[in-house]
């Protein structure tokens, strides 16, 4: 048998062969036959990497041999060759898989230089330095990267020879004492390995084309893969291409340039270049690259060329290119062409400009846009441009210069400092205190504003903002503000128009109002479903959660961390979209749904099948979801109306009264279940007692049926008020659901209030007030509350809840109606898992319905349905779908039922581990678990449908707005996902891909 | 169309048509046809019943006239004529239902009779009084059941005349006082129902069967059908038939007769009767009834007579028959016979006679016994003679006479004091302390156990013990001892051979130790699955849980209920075979495996299918399983072994050294991943950072591997002890599964001690311990623990701990195995929800075993499993099957998870409620929930099967235990259930009527 092929010369190949040619090989191939200027070269397949790689690294049979018959062509085509001291061939070797990957070894360049093809290249040249300098940075780069040495050794040598030289720039270093280097450099790599330099260039090209294989498998791009989820198995290829140079005099440069704008998306190619550079000078920012558009006025044709082939390339592949090209001598020739990253708003941008042009299709354009990276458009953002630095890294002392200061504050190198200050960029009011090397600047976020952009570039050139810490990317968007740890006071301030971060060791709750009037939540425990995590996407404020690293002090007022103790009236930025949280104010910018995007979206509601609601509570949430897009709402949780401050004084009084009503109730029927079975005096015994009963239930039944009539009004209005912005879209309203001693004070802390109090104050009389409530909360506190009395439980023992929420529904529905609005309410009951539950419930709140309804005198089309959040439910849906009008599953809860996971308790502790150690490859809070939800839901469909074949079909779990939930969603036959406002415009993408996808 | 055949003469019908004529009648017209002596009559059919419920109370169409048809040939049969002033034809009415029923009007007697009759009646006996004694009882009767006139108001005027003739018993009152009682009971019924008392024969019966039909619905038939689940519609069967009189003189006569003894199943006539009698006065017991074999002596012939008919209903029926009957003027007569009620032991040895006697087969023994009642035999029981009164009933000055008394304590009326007084059954050393019309009375146990059988009857048959409340019937058996409120007191008294009872408010894995020790555990919360009931049922010690009335103040060492305060003195009994809790010491009498009960079980063992197993976790709880017949254990929990007492600081040391130890490696996780994506200085100092977390790590990560090595020889010598006892039975044993702060002290407690430490005495030195303690607690404490860290998500945050388990028990098999014993472990990991847990785990922990057994040099054939009891577990059951030799449903967590129902909670607030309003037919805790959890089992064992076709598929819930569970669990094909040991006897038999229905 024959060798495989392993080796493509880039006439060979073409774009599609990516798995075989890696995306860099695959491109220089299509351009190759594009007829446009590229360097000859050719690519050795992942097929020889995965081979080596197999064969417990060692070079395949024939590989060698068919790279030595590919440079003979490629000497043919170019006239040098590869070790030729008078004409050299000299090659750049490139890693290329088909997924680019940062860690793996990159670039060699220059390959095939020794002292004798040195020659060679200073006769071209002329300049005997340009060639020492290159046979340094080619041993340098080769002894680093291939032959695994300390890089430092190298930078010390060079050092070394600088200060000898009496000089500071690299640039300045004369020939001789680079020739010196040469050879220290030459000494350091026998000492280091035993041997000497690889002068041979075969030898060189074998080592380097070793080096990108088994760097396939080091730790960084093991790691990378990971996280990425790249199969292990892809391999590498590796790329030999012909040497041009940029940096052959000021008739040569380099450059990179992008069809189209990668930030806007604007139809203009965007680019840098320098002359007489090569192309890594100008991505390492030691010269500030000049704009293309300069390539215009100095080279017209040039630019011209360069233009054409920018356009045909855009053509060609149909989409905005990211290009490196060199001229070497007045000669243009293209290094490297991919597809472009770009921002989400340059994605959009471009893909209807595409469709415009008339070179894709729609669904092409729609197809373009991965759906979760609009998440990024629809919150504020920090500025792109800033960069960062952690406490830790710029010391303690640095980091303490910093604390207490207000608004934006940054850290700058000295040199930064004198750069600043020679451009005049940054004004003198700007606060410096210097700390060793570090100086920290702070600024006023109003002085900032009124700065000009060239100005703010160069401040965010030099300026590292402090990182804290990390935690976890909850909620997207940045967010600054004063630091406040207290609900109350985060209300307070917030009311007062402070923007305030609410810092919190983890929310509940109690803590919703301060959240409502926060910017932003930070919270040291929970994880990305935690309370705090979801109430903040709910309301769409960012929030960083489980930020393990900070310790917040509740009591005291304080978070620390790294050494800083830092008060409630420090400002910080929390980063929602990567969980970064940060010192000071740190400019953001703003995001907003452009007309572009507004388009495109309109494409993606033409093809979607699935409908697309949002979760809303409040009639400001309603406007801002049907702003995204939403169709209507498939989740209002009641039971957040009853956490408002004024409301829960009423709620709380009334769960008491209900309690001490409900014992008695049940004693009653106890009693009177004794009674049935009961004769002459002990029947008649029991009957005194339930007359006695019957007396002391008056008191508190009063009580609480008085609370829920204060109630009813202020429910009735938060409906009118939703009723009202939706129109003539469906809301559906999801009766009472948390558990009641949600409503009441935590255990924990009343526990301790009540323990010091005995201790202290133990006749005070506020203490019996406080022994009452305690007694009441240990009463109603349960083990497992997720699966304890809520949901239609509570509907069940406490019937009269449920029908004030219905009556409030009927009633503000009824006067909505009157105005000629056509309201569509759904009343959903939640946590049911017998048919026997929802069908008693049924009865008597469509009574309840009914009878408001002909007290108001309209007649208000409505449905009765209910969640599917049990497996039970889920396994019985065909019994449960007698009752029900339409189902929404409740994927949350059906998730934590079927994997036995409580969210919280999961996150904070092993589900973290699960994922880093691959037992699980996707969050399942996140991503929607195919094997085990998946399978209740679709059964679940299957039964509910054959019973009833008009049911309606909705999910309303957070991952309603998770892209491949909705695929699967769309796949599972559903009629429509309900997620945050926030994530509605996701979601209609994501439907839309899914129907793309040729699913149901 | 002609109208229905409502009417049955009893020669018409036979003992197969329970459902038309109800059980009476059928049995009285198999009866007749069997030729035995029968008064004639007829019975109204249950369809007469309903129609007459169906058209709204109204007699249907005909039936008056079949009644009358039916009437005319008994007077032909008996020569007599209803409303015959000469000769009159009295009858008895009586309802009879497929199911016998109390609460339904049950017979009215002598109608017929009115003051023309009255004459007939008086000339047969020549006795005036009888006369009018009959005449007053049937009115009375008649005017209570039938015409619902208030029964007091008739017991009124019988008082007065009494009271004016001034005699003291019914028999003395003259027949002219009688004359006038009728004549006022006859003005009586007239001002109440505003007509005259109805004399008309025909229409008296009319109202007789309506008022038999209308008390089908009546209050307490209602109570008791839906109690024991009898369907609404199958109406009631009247049966009327010709009275014949055992009061007509010393040749006459009534009475009760079992034809096997209904007590010890013996095959010897068991009865009572009365001469000169009705059958009421042998009931009511106004006159103590002789025993049969009196009768023997008495009149041979008429005995022998009736021995033959009792035989011959004994072999004619195949099984035990309860008889009435009546001799009038030496002529016996039958008018009733049924199969007869009987204690389990009874039914047992009954079933086992009738196969040895070859009238019934093994088989239709087996289903003779229903498996649940087997239950009664395995637990002590109190002595089945005694009564009770309630606390409330006697009064509370009686009630605190009784306070405070050691040992037995019972009321006593007044004449019951004298009565024992006369017959010196009572002896003088029984304290006696009255209270109006009670007295209470104590006796010494030690005095009551050396008292002659005849005195201890007596007694038994005056003294009331007194009944304090009742709770939740959660742990069967009766046990009596002193109360206790506090675990450590509990372990410390009864390992000194006190018996004392535990009582708590609930318990928790603290209290084991205490459970231990205690003969019976009370508890105030708590459902029939609380901790304490499942634990209670584990070591077979009886326990009454959820008793509410009962105010437990464990802080006081006291109870209260009902007024009365109890302190750690005194002596309680509770019944947890009813739920009842009594003061004092009760005689009990104790159970055993009987011959004939092993006999009948064995017979069981050949037709069952499914094997049997036991939950055990200690040598002892093994041993006694294995006597019960378990063929292996299906579930040794290993955290058992960890909550001893001298183990648990050691167990303790180890979490909290863990707990460090596994933060620290997070740490190190997290430091390396972020090393792998770091270069340069950053690199470097995140290298620091790491060897100096490794460095941390040591300390704790020593203590924690220290500690697990001391745990390691005592889990091994667990091993090793149940290993022995078991042999060649397999041993299933689970690793650690519940949270590791189920482990630690109480968060709620430690918070309220560390509180007043804090306020009171700061300084302390141990408030730091208390506070480090706290602090850990409130790290691993958990929302929803049930959902949390636990099972085998421990295994993989913790691997070391399973790693000591897997080593201890093969260390432990080894030896057991090196001394000849042919051992079957098998490994089983809780709560796995993924494949990818089980893989994990297994490939560790087979490691372990491996190792192990090289070290000790001997190969132990072992299984490894997994227990089913997460939904997602069961729907990828197929996957999980590639990891697992053996499934284990845990259909306790899988009934938590599928229902979402937390155990405890539910039970505490509503699942009580959901039975009571019939939402729930069953506790789904205690018989399998069919449609939601039965589904996940049959489709878990279907994919398992076809992953893995010799998968060994078992259950180890509490559901192991239950017949109806045990049945489901047949048919869906397992291998064996496991129960806990008092259980194993029902599963043997459950499993055989499982078969023998027929199921796979």
Chains 1, 2 share one sequence.
């Not at 479903?529 to 007022?557: K, N, Q, T, W």
């Not at 009633?811 to 017998?834: N, Q, S, T």
């Not at 309603?960 to 909705?966: I, Q």
Request: proline residues 5%; contains cysteine.
């Amino acid at each position: 048998m024959p060798d495989p092929k392993y080796v493509y010369r880039f006439p060979e190949g073409d774009k599609d062969q990516k798995d075989l040619l890696g995306g860099k090989g695959a491109n220089l191939a299509e351009m190759t036959n594009l007829g446009l200027p590229v360097p000859p070269g050719f690519t050795i397949t992942t097929e020889a990497c995965n081979d080596y790689i197999r064969a417990g690294n060692s070079l395949p049979g024939g590989l060698l041999d068919q790279v030595r018959s590919a440079l003979r062509q490629v000497e043919e085509e170019t006239g040098k060759g590869f070790g030729d001291a008078n004409n050299p061939l000299l090659v750049s070797v490139r890693s290329g898989a088909k997924f680019s990957m940062p860690g793996m070894m990159d670039t060699i360049l220059d390959l095939g230089l020794n002292d004798e093809t040195f020659n060679g290249l200073i006769a071209k040249t002329g300049d005997p330095r340009f060639g020492y300098d290159s046979l340094r940075r080619f041993i340098m780069m080769f002894g680093d990267v291939v032959l695994g040495i300390d890089r430092g050794k190298f930078d010390a040598i060079f050092d070394e020879a600088k200060e000898k030289a009496g000089v500071d720039s690299d640039a300045d270093v004369p020939a001789d004492a680079l020739r010196d280097v040469v050879a220290r450099s030459r000494a350091l790599v026998k000492a280091e390995t035993g041997s000497e330099f690889p002068d041979e260039p075969v030898q060189q090209l074998e080592l380097a084309i070793r080096a990108v294989f088994d760097s396939w498998n080091n730790e960084r791009a093991v790691h990378y893969r990971r996280i990425e989820k790249i199969p292990d198995d892809l391999g590498t290829a590796v790329s030999v291409q012909t040497m041009v140079f940029g940096n052959m005099g000021e008739d040569s440069g380099s450059g990179v340039a992008f069809t189209r704008d990668p930030v806007t998306g604007e139809p203009e190619i965007w680019g840098e270049y320098l002359m007489n550079a090569q192309g890594e000078d100008v991505v390492a920012g030691t010269r500030t690259p000049l704009p293309i558009a300069t390539l215009k006025e100095e080279n017209e044709a040039l630019y011209d060329e360069f233009a054409a082939i920018a356009l045909k390339l855009d053509q060609h592949y149909r989409d905005a290119m990211d290009i490196e090209f060199t001229i070497e001598q007045g000669q243009l020739y293209m290094l490297q062409c991919r597809v472009g990253k770009r921002t989400t708003r340059s994605a959009v941008t471009i893909a209807v400009d595409l469709v415009h042009e008339g070179v894709i299709t729609k669904e092409e354009a729609i197809l373009r846009v991965a759906p979760s990276r609009l998440d990024e458009l629809l919150h504020p953002q920090l500025d792109p441009r800033i960069k960062t630095v952690s406490l830790t890294e710029i010391g303690a002392q640095a980091a303490k210069a910093a604390q207490g200061k207000a608004e934006m504050i940054f850290a700058l190198s000295q040199a930064g400092v004198d750069r600043l200050r020679k451009t005049g960029a940054l004004p003198s009011t700007a606060l410096l205190s210097f700390s060793g090397e570090t100086a920290i600047g702070t600024l006023r976020i109003a002085e900032w504003n009124t700065m000009k952009d060239v100005d703010q570039a160069a401040i965010l050139e030099e300026a590292r903002f402090l990182e804290m810490a990390s935690g976890l990317a909850a909620s997207p968007g940045a967010a600054a503000g004063s630091a406040v740890f207290d609900p109350d006071t985060a209300a307070k301030l917030g009311h007062e128009g402070r923007d305030v971060i609410l810092v919190r060791q983890e929310t509940s709750p109690d803590d919703i109002h301060g959240m409502q009037a926060a910017r932003g939540v930070l919270t040291q425990r929970g994880g990305m479903s935690s309370h705090a995590a979801l109430v903040a996407r709910g309301f769409g404020i960012p929030c960083v959660s489980g930020c393990e690293a900070i310790d917040i002090d509740e009591g005291a007022h304080t978070m620390s961390v790294g050494g800083l103790t830092l008060g409630e009236d420090q400002i910080i930025t929390i980063d929602g979209s990567t969980g970064t949280v940060l010192l000071g104010l740190i400019p953001s910018v703003e995001a907003e749904l452009f007309p572009k995007l507004t388009e495109f979206l309109s494409w993606a509601d033409d093809v979607r099948r699935l409908a697309v609601r949002t979760n809303a509570d409040t009639p400001q949430d309603a406007a801002k979801a049907v702003e995204f897009g939403a169709e209507g709402i498939g989740l209002c949780r009641t039971e957040h109306m009853f956490f408002q401050k004024e409301r829960l004084p009423v709620v709380q009084e009334m769960i008491l009264a209900a309690a001490e009503a409900k014992a008695l109730e049940a004693e009653v029927m106890a009693v009177e279940s004794e009674k049935a079975g009961a004769e002459g005096g002990q029947r008649r015994a029991l009957e005194e007692r339930l007359s006695d009963l019957r007396g002391q239930l008056e008191g508190p039944m009063g009580k609480y049926r008085g609370s829920l009539e204060r109630l009813l009004p202020m429910q009735q209005g938060d409906f009118e008020g939703i009723f009202r912005v939706m129109g003539e879209r469906p809301v559906t309203i999801r009766l009472i659901d948390p558990p009641m001693h949600e409503f009441l004070p935590d255990y924990a802390e009343l526990l301790e209030s009540v323990t010091r109090q005995r201790a202290t104050a133990p006749q005070s009389p506020e203490l019996v007030e406080m022994e009452r409530m305690l007694h009441q909360v240990e009463m109603l506190r349960e083990t497992n509350p997720m699966l304890g009395l809520r949901g239609c439980r509570l509907g069940i023992l406490y019937p009269e809840v449920n029908e004030m929420q219905v009556r409030a529904i009927f009633r503000a529905a009824a006067i909505v109606a009157k105005d000629g609005v056509d309201v569509h309410p759904e009343i959903m009951v939640p946590l049911v898992g017998f048919e026997s539950e929802l069908k008693q419930l049924r009865g008597l709140l469509e009574r309840v319905a009914d009878e408001t309804m002909r007290e108001a005198g309209v007649e208000v089309p409505y449905m009765f349905g209910t969640m599917i959040e049990l497996p039970r439910a889920a396994l019985t849906a065909g019994e449960i779908a007698a009752q029900a009008e339409f189902f929404s599953f409740g994927t949350n809860d059906l998730t934590q039922t079927t994997l036995g996971l409580s969210r919280d308790d999961a996150e904070a502790s092993f589900l973290t581990h699960y994922l880093d150690k691959g037992i699980l490859s996707d969050n399942p809070f996140e991503t929607i678990d195919q094997a085990g939800v998946g399978v209740l839901v679709q059964r679940a469909v299957a039964a509910g449908r054959e019973a009833r074949p008009d049911i309606k079909l909705g999910i309303c779990g957070e991952h309603g707005g998770d892209p491949r939930s909705v695929e699967f969603f769309h796949n599972a036959g559903l009629d429509y996902v309900s997620c945050s406002p926030f994530r509605v415009p996701i979601a209609r993408l994501a439907a839309a891909h899914a129907a793309l996808a040729g699913g149901a």
